[in-house]
């Protein structure tokens, strides 16, 4: 019997055609435990039958015990209340192939939320390692940083012993307005991008418009603390400075004249075109978005190539050396923000690693901030300078006037990309 046997095991072993029947059934039958929807009955070593409910999977928590109260005890030993369920984890962060291709970043591989957040989601996401964190929080602080700057101007005499209802200070409300809207368009669109697709591209277009109304209210504080003191538009000292370099007898009062005359006018025009350039460059496709939007907000700056004259021909740096330094290195920031927001260094270099920290839009957001607190300091000395002596009172249409008539504009211009049949339908 022993030899039989013994001839049967190694029969059973040096068969290949019967171990891989074997095998097969085995992988048939854990399949059939798997994906049967029934419990699976099994046949114990005596006959007797077992069940997954009388022997619970590694893990499971094991049931009351029959006639067990509220104050009963477990089979292992353990009060009820230590099994209760785990509260839900939060929702997961998806990588860039598993969200829709508008959320996609370039380099940016990891740390997507889902779409269709709600908003309590999207508020708490901001306390989450998500690669939107770090861009709220880079423009909320500063948002705070400014708001309470704008109101030690306002309310408590920063700005010598005026009213914050002056008309002197109309100027510096519209530059208020500006900075504030556009770092809190930037945290709301940073925020609830992931609501919907609809909602996502109104958020971004507002963050264009914003950006567009910041740069016009810019030119309005210019045109009213800045450039009035700069001898480029003193129409003698631009005849005498002509006449004594090139040996030119020029009447300079009529150029400048247009000049001043024109400036708002070109800067409104300049703030609507660029939103609906931005805008377009994000619902059509683009090949190079970043470095478009880029270009057309830098067309706003040339508003202020008066002061870059100034310092050229005339000693701006002896004259007003807070002017001069402030203003070109506010310059220099929004050289490092566009390189940066163009060339998407870091993450270009080593995509994933940069994902939640230290990508290039976070750096975008630094150095926008950076430029825009300088000009805020060079203003603030232009306004106490400016107070001293105003050339010309503003008034409520050149200043706040203006700025409502922008919003009514850049309002149309967004609501009639958001009326785009294909944006609906993605929704």
């Excluded at 957040?117 to 508020?123: G, I, K, T, V, Y």
Aim: aromatic share 14%; hydrophobic share 45%.
């Amino acid at each position: 019997m022993s030899d039989a046997g013994g001839g049967r095991r190694r029969r059973r072993s040096t068969n290949p055609l019967q171990f891989l029947l074997r095998r097969q059934r085995g992988k048939r039958l854990v399949l059939r435990r798997i994906t049967s929807p029934a419990p699976l009955r099994l046949r114990g070593p005596k006959g007797a039958l077992s069940s997954p409910h009388r022997h619970p999977r590694r893990g499971a928590a094991p049931r009351r015990a029959e006639g067990a109260g509220e104050g009963g005890t477990m089979p292992g030993g353990r009060a009820a209340k230590d099994q209760a369920p785990p509260p839900p984890p939060s929702a997961p962060l998806l990588r860039w192939d598993e969200v829709p291709d508008d959320f996609v970043e370039c380099f940016i591989l990891s740390g997507y939320r889902r779409l269709h957040c709600s908003a309590q989601e999207c508020l708490a996401s901001v306390l989450q390692p998500t690669n939107e964190t770090l861009n709220f929080w880079t423009h909320f602080i500063p948002l705070l940083l400014f708001l309470s700057k704008f109101c030690r101007l306002f309310f408590l005499s920063g700005a010598g012993e005026l009213p914050f209802h002056h008309p002197l200070l109309l100027p510096l409300w519209c530059y208020a307005s500006g900075v504030l809207l556009t770092f809190a368009m930037s945290c709301t669109a940073h925020v609830f991008s992931c609501l919907s697709l609809r909602l996502r591209a109104a958020f971004f277009y507002l963050d264009y418009a914003s950006i567009s109304y910041y740069g016009f209210a810019s030119t309005v504080a210019y045109s009213y603390y800045l450039l009035p003191g700069l001898r480029l538009l003193d129409a003698r000292a631009m005849s005498r400075y002509l006449q004594q370099r090139l040996g030119w007898q020029l009447d300079c009062s009529l150029p400048i004249a247009l000049y001043s005359a024109l400036v708002l006018p070109v800067a409104f025009v300049l703030a609507v075109t660029c939103t609906v350039a931005c805008c377009k460059s994000r619902s059509e496709w683009c090949a190079y978005p970043f470095a478009i939007r880029t270009f057309v907000f830098a067309m706003p700056l040339s508003m202020a190539c008066p002061i870059m004259l100034e310092s050229f021909l005339f000693d701006l740096r002896g004259q007003n050396p807070t002017l001069f330094v402030y203003f070109y290195r506010r310059y220099f920031w929004l050289l490092m923000a566009a390189f940066f927001n163009i060339s998407k260094i870091p993450e270009r270099i080593q995509p994933g690693l940069f994902d939640i920290i230290g990508h290039s839009h976070q750096l975008f957001h630094i150095f926008t901030f950076l430029s825009i607190y300088d000009q805020m300091y060079y203003l603030e000395e232009g306004l106490l300078q400016f107070l001293k002596s105003p050339p010309a009172s503003p008034t409520f249409l050149g200043t706040i006037g203006y700025m409502l008539l922008l919003m009514l504009c850049l309002g149309m211009v967004i609501k009639k990309f958001l009326n785009v049949a294909d944006l609906c339908k993605q929704d």
